[in-house]
């Protein structure tokens, strides 16, 4: 496995938790707010859907990690779960903000690429 590969899996894993700490605990904050350009009532009235958006980041960062953990034998995990990260930010761009397709799609897109490269 390629150390460039591996490092930019490693930047999409903490892309991942980024996401999870700002939609699980700065939801309805100044810093929640600013990311996701929100009005506080919006944030109030959607803060439990966040918190579980947030959790399903973690867990893909989570998977992201395991796959740099395991080492040459991980290759199939990290496949899986920049698969994973691919469709949730193509969906999140066809159905929230296109944005997602630039911040979460793309590097896992090119992370995947170096992975199967490697």
């Not at 350009?37 to 109030?44: D, K, L, P, S, V």
């Not at 992201?64 to 691919?86: D, Q, S, Y």
Request: charged share 10%; aromatic share 12%; hydrophobic share 65%.
């Amino acid at each position: 496995m390629s150390i460039a590969a591996n490092i930019l899996v490693g930047l999409v894993a903490l892309l991942h938790l980024y996401f999870l700490v700002l939609e699980m605990f700065l939801w309805d904050k100044p810093a929640g707010l600013k990311a996701f350009g929100q009005t506080r009532e919006a944030a109030q009235a959607t803060k439990v859907l966040a918190a579980n958006q947030g959790l399903y980041n973690g867990f893909l960062a989570a998977g992201l990690v395991w796959g740099l953990w395991l080492g040459p034998a991980g290759t199939g995990v990290k496949v899986f779960f920049l698969l994973c990260v691919i469709t949730a930010g193509v969906f999140g761009a066809a159905t929230a903000s296109r944005k997602i397709l630039f911040v979460q799609a793309l590097p896992a897109a090119v992370a995947l690429a170096l992975v199967l490269l490697a």
